[in-house]
């Protein structure tokens, strides 16, 4: 295999990197461990040991002859592709960690690992108090990042470019504003047409968790996923996918025992994040250029598999089998009932439980009230009203328990502050590639029909995984199908599938 390294000053960084990517690689071993098997009373360990590991990663990324050496090679001209990214990827790593004291890396880690563990519990018991203070610790937490990083215009960019690059807030802000104004009449009139419904029967049949384990292995084996060989699919409070190299990505998925579209839409989701690591080029292995580029184009790769295959009428047909051959009431169903079951439609209180229409609704919510943490002096004592207020005038709904509510998501009690718009980037260019992808597969839906899916992971692979992080993620959306995100491909994308 050509070695896309040829640069000597290159390759001397990348022999350098090695131990940062190994610090890497155990630090994800670790927070997969600690979400799937690692007992209650191991957090306050677990979080020392991620806390010191955090440091060692930071004291090596900075060390004087390494960042000697990246500056060196941001002066030398004939770089190749690889090259270039290998250098741009690196020089925003050591700007990011330069701005955070080690102190504070240590303080985010150990704050966030018990933090984790609180929300668990004030999760489980629907008792907010017992989360927080801690959240207070992390909006406290955010603020201070921001000031490290600094910013353009107010300190939500700074949080924002943390997790999709180059992505400012006055971006975002028109995104919603374009959203809401559309999608708003539109709801309006998928529930007043009435073609897909508002609940069905299958919500509430029961389900026993060997039966669902079998579709989604059933499910996972069509899509072509190398379980046992570089892959797992395992079970947690929340699904995601821990990618410990281009040969090892693991996935989880969770199993309430009833609603099972809940558990097959999550494994249909994670499946599309580890895809994108999986298809990475092997030649980027050890390497900062491997892995996925950014969340929002991340989550494009989920969104694409969850909502454009698993929603589709297609995906519905070819799973009904199964179902049926595992679940003993679905004798009562058709392939259309699981069909309209996935793709009800009504405004509900969970996130990862939205429809597709009103999911967008969701992230606006979580949007306006991290500006208002970072912004508006909001404490966490605030924000269970704020949130209770918003999604009212959202959806027309007020949760009624916390779970419900600002408890649902794990995403602060990981300090991801300026991380859930990322979700709505990803929902939308789901189906921008989706129509690009259309141009060149004219026989998609037949594909899926018959679990062709390869020609649909070769595309993906070709347009945006073998890339890795060689370009930022802009510049990498150009390349791949000629254009910026554009939000009118979802709102086409809803009126032909659902009027």
């Known amino acids: 295999m050509e070695q896309v390294f040829q640069n000597e000053t290159i390759k001397e960084i990348?022999?350098?990197?090695?131990?940062?990517?190994?610090?890497?690689?155990?630090?994800?071993?670790?927070?997969?461990?600690?979400?799937?098997?690692m007992p209650k009373e191991g957090i306050l360990e677990r979080s020392v040991a991620q806390g010191e590991l955090s440091v060692l990663s930071q004291e090596f990324l900075l060390k004087p002859d390494f960042v000697e050496?990246?500056?060196?090679?941001?002066?030398i001209e004939g770089l190749n592709e690889y090259e270039?990214?290998?250098?741009?990827v690196l020089d925003r790593s050591i700007r990011i960690s330069k701005a955070f004291p080690p102190e504070f890396l240590r303080e985010m880690s150990e704050i966030t690992s018990q933090a984790t563990k609180a929300w668990e519990e004030a999760k489980k018991t629907d008792d907010y108090s017992k989360f927080e203070p801690w959240l207070d610790k992390i909006i406290d937490l955010a603020k201070r990042a921001a000031e490290y990083l600094g910013y353009e215009n107010e300190p939500y960019d700074a949080l924002l470019d943390l997790f999709e690059e180059g992505l400012r807030t006055r971006e975002v802000e028109r995104m919603f504003?374009?959203?809401e104004k559309e999608l708003k009449p539109l709801l309006e009139k998928i529930m007043e047409e009435g073609k897909v419904p508002r609940e069905h029967p299958l919500e509430k049949e029961k389900y026993e968790k060997e039966q669902m384990e079998k579709v989604n292995l059933w499910i996972l084996e069509r899509f072509g996923f190398p379980l046992g060989v570089r892959s797992r699919l395992d079970v947690s409070a929340h699904?995601?996918?821990t990618e410990?190299?281009?040969?090892?990505?693991?996935?989880?998925t969770r199993y309430e025992g009833y609603d099972f579209r809940r558990t097959i839409l999550s494994t249909v989701h994670e499946f599309?994040?580890?895809?994108?690591?999986l298809q990475q080029d092997e030649r980027f292995m050890f390497s900062p250029i491997a892995g996925g580029v950014s969340l929002g184009i991340h989550e494009s790769q989920s969104r694409f598999w969850e909502n454009i295959i698993g929603r589709s009428r297609e995906f519905a047909e070819l799973i009904y089998?199964?179902?049926k051959e595992n679940l003993p009431f679905m004798a009562n169903y058709t392939p259309e009932d699981v069909y309209l079951y996935f793709n009800i439609v009504r405004p509900d209180f969970i996130r990862t439980e939205a429809d597709v229409v009103t999911y967008n609704f969701h992230i606006l919510l979580r949007f306006k009230l991290e500006r208002m943490m970072l912004n508006e002096g909001v404490k966490a004592k605030d924000l269970p009203e704020l949130w209770n207020e918003e999604m009212e005038r959202l959806l027309g709904i007020r949760p009624k328990t916390y779970a419900e509510g600002i408890l649902q998501d794990i995403h602060w009690a990981h300090g991801t502050i300026g991380y859930f718009p990322t979700y709505s980037i990803g929902t939308l260019l789901a189906s921008q590639l989706y129509y690009h992808m259309k141009k060149d597969i004219p026989d998609f839906e037949e594909k899926v029909t018959k679990a062709e899916f390869e020609p649909i992971k070769t595309w993906l692979r070709e347009k945006i995984h073998r890339w890795g992080s060689i370009y930022p993620p802009k510049e990498l959306l150009k390349k791949a199908i000629g254009e910026g995100l554009n939000p009118d491909y979802f709102i086409r994308w809803v009126k032909e599938k659902y009027l």
């Not at 990348?14 to 098997?37: C, F, P, T």
């Not at 270039?84 to 741009?88: L, Q």
Request: glycine fraction near 8%; aromatic fraction near 10%.
């Open 239 to 241: 699904p995601f996918t």
């Open 321 to 323: 089998p199964v179902l």
């Open 272 to 277: 599309g994040h580890a895809l994108y690591e």
């Open 84 to 88: 270039r990214g290998v250098v741009r």
């Open 244 to 252: 410990f190299g281009i040969r090892d990505v693991r996935i989880t």
């Open 69 to 75: 050496l990246v500056e060196k090679a941001k002066g």
């Open 177 to 179: 504003e374009k959203l």
């Open 14 to 37: 990348l022999a350098k990197y090695r131990r940062i990517w190994a610090i890497n690689h155990a630090q994800s071993v670790l927070g997969w461990d600690m979400e799937v098997n």
